[in-house]
C-alpha cells in the first residue's frame, strides 16, 4: 500500500457534461449513453465502464471492475449540454451524421431531441470549410468568453449539477504557431479584449471552463490548451486538463503496431498511411491548414515510440507519409491504408499492410465517456493541470514542458491504472514477478 493517504470527494449529486460541438461525435456519445442507461447495450469500448484491474499478486485473483474499484459517477448521473453553429437538435443532427442505424436512434429518440444545442462561438477563418449559422454575436472576444461563462452558470443552475466537465468534441482547427499572446494569462486576457487572431474559438472555450472551475478535455488536435497562459489559469484554479486529439482509427493502430516492432527489434524503412471518410471532419480537413494541424498530430507518433535516435541501425530516416482524403460516399465510416514496410535478420524486407474499415464516431464516443469519468475523478481527488495518466485516450498526449511524451498504448494502460491503484491506496503494478519464482 502506498503511504499516502488521498482523498477523493464522493460523486455525489449529478455531474453535468458540456460539449462544444453536437455533430457526430457529441450525438454518438449521448445516443450510446441513454442506450447503456435504458439496458439496450453494453458499453464496449469504455475502459472506465468495461475494464478490470488486477490489485496485488497474480496469486491474490483479485480483478474488481475499474467502476467498482473507484467512485466514478455512474452514466445515470450525467446531465448533458451542448454548444453547435447549427441549431439542430441532438435527433437530427444524428440524422444528418449517418452514424448510427435509424432502429438505434428512434429507441433514443427522445433524449436525442430533448438536447437543444446552445449557440456556438465561431470564427470561419479557424475552421474555413463550415459555414455556421447559429452562432453567438459580441463586441470582442472576451465578451463572447463572458456569454459562456453565463451558459456554464446557467447551466449547472437550471439542471442541478454538483459538478461539470467539457470535453471539446468540435471540428479541428486551422494550424497556430504558439505566439506572445499565449504565454501569460495575462496576455491571453489583454488578447481576449483586443480579439486577438491568434486566440481561436476553441480557446475561448477553454477558458471559459477553466474560469468556471470546469475540467477540459481537448478531443482535437487544436492547440487551445497547450499553451502557458491556460495551463497557468487551471493551476491557479486547481482545474484538470487532458488532450489532445482522441486516438481513434490510424493512430491507434500505430501505437499497438510500432511498440510491438520495436519489442522485437524489428527495423522500419517506410510507413505510408492514408484515410478516406466523408463525415464533417473529412470536410474539415479538406482546407490544407486544417489539415495541417491534423498532420502534426498524426506523424509525431512513431518519432517517439520508434526513438530513431537510440536505435539509429533500425528506425534513422524512415519514411512516414500521412494523407487524408475526404469522400463523401464513405460518411463516418473511415477507411485507413497502411503500408509498412519493415527489415529483420540480415536486412531482409518484409511488409505489413492493413485496411482498417472503422467507424470514427464509434471508437471516439467511449473515449468521450472515459474522460468525462475520469476527468470528474482527477477534480474530485484535488489532481489539476496536465492529466498525463489519460494519455492512453489522445493521439498527441499533453505532458509537462521539459517531458517528451509517451505513446505506447501498453505503457499507457500501465500508467493509467497504476495511478488508479495510487488513488485508492493500492501497490503499483510492475510485472516483475520474481517472487513467484524464489
Request: charged letters at 25%; one cysteine or more; proline letters at 6%.
Amino acid at each position: 500500500m502506498n503511504k499516502e493517504t488521498i482523498t477523493i470527494a464522493p460523486p455525489s449529486g449529478k455531474l453535468g457534461v458540456l460539449i462544444p460541438g453536437l455533430g457526430a461525435i457529441g450525438t454518438t456519445f449521448i445516443a450510446g449513453v441513454e442506450s447503456i442507461i435504458k439496458g439496450y447495450h453494453k458499453p464496449i469500448g469504455s475502459l472506465s465502464m468495461t475494464g478490470t484491474i488486477r490489485l496485488g499478486k497474480r496469486t491474490e485473483n483479485r480483478v474488481p471492475l475499474i467502476r467498482d474499484f473507484i467512485p466514478l459517477s455512474r452514466p445515470e448521473d450525467l446531465v448533458i449540454g451542448a454548444w453547435d453553429i447549427f441549431e439542430d437538435n441532438g435527433y437530427e443532427a444524428a440524422k444528418k451524421a449517418g452514424v448510427l442505424k435509424d432502429a438505434d436512434l428512434e429507441k433514443v429518440r427522445h433524449k436525442l431531441e430533448s438536447i437543444q444545442p446552445m449557440k456556438g462561438v465561431f470564427d470561419q477563418r479557424y475552421v474555413k470549410k463550415l459555414h455556421g449559422t447559429w452562432i453567438k454575436k459580441g463586441r470582442d472576444k472576451m465578451d463572447l468568453a463572458n456569454q459562456l461563462i453565463e451558459d456554464i452558470t446557467t447551466f449547472k443552475k437550471e439542471n442541478g449539477v454538483e459538478r461539470m466537465v467539457m470535453v471539446w468534441c468540435a471540428s479541428t482547427e486551422i494550424f497556430i504557431e504558439p505566439g506572445p499572446v499565449h504565454q501569460s494569462l495575462n496576455a491571453f486576457e489583454e488578447g481576449l479584449r483586443n480579439s486577438d487572431e491568434t486566440i481561436a474559438s476553441s480557446m475561448i472555450y477553454a477558458y471559459a471552463a477553466l474560469t468556471c472551475g470546469v475540467p477540459f478535455a481537448n478531443g482535437a488536435p487544436n492547440l487551445t490548451v497547450d499553451i502557458p497562459a491556460l495551463q497557468e489559469l487551471a493551476r491557479k484554479n486547481r482545474v484538470p486538463l487532458a488532450g489532445k486529439d482522441f486516438k481513434t482509427g490510424q493512430t491507434l493502430m500505430k501505437t499497438i503496431l510500432a511498440p510491438g516492432l520495436k519489442a522485437r527489434m524489428l527495423g522500419l524503412n517506410g510507413w505510408f498511411s492514408t484515410n478516406i471518410l466523408g463525415n464533417r471532419d473529412g470536410e474539415v480537413l479538406d482546407d490544407p491548414e486544417s489539415f495541417k494541424t491534423k498532420e502534426e498530430s498524426k506523424l509525431s507518433v512513431l518519432e517517439y515510440i520508434l526513438q530513431p535516435n537510440v536505435y539509429p541501425d533500425l528506425y534513422k530516416d524512415f519514411y512516414h507519409k500521412v494523407r487524408i482524403n475526404y469522400y463523401p460516399p464513405r460518411g463516418d465510416n473511415k477507411e485507413g491504408w497502411d503500408n509498412i514496410d519493415i527489415f529483420g535478420w540480415m536486412g531482409y524486407p518484409m511488409q505489413i499492410k492493413i485496411d482498417f474499415l472503422c467507424r470514427d464516431s464509434i471508437l471516439a464516443a467511449p473515449i468521450v465517456l472515459d474522460l468525462v469519468m475520469f476527468m470528474d475523478l482527477a477534480q474530485r481527488a484535488g489532481m489539476h493541470g496536465i492529466q498525463e495518466w489519460l494519455s492512453l485516450f489522445f493521439k498527441s498526449p499533453m505532458v509537462a514542458p521539459e517531458l517528451y511524451p509517451e505513446h505506447d498504448l501498453f505503457i499507457q494502460l500501465m500508467k493509467c491504472k497504476n495511478t488508479l491503484r495510487y488513488l485508492m491506496g493500492e501497490d503499483p503494478i510492475t510485472h516483475l514477478g520474481l517472487e513467484y519464482y524464489d
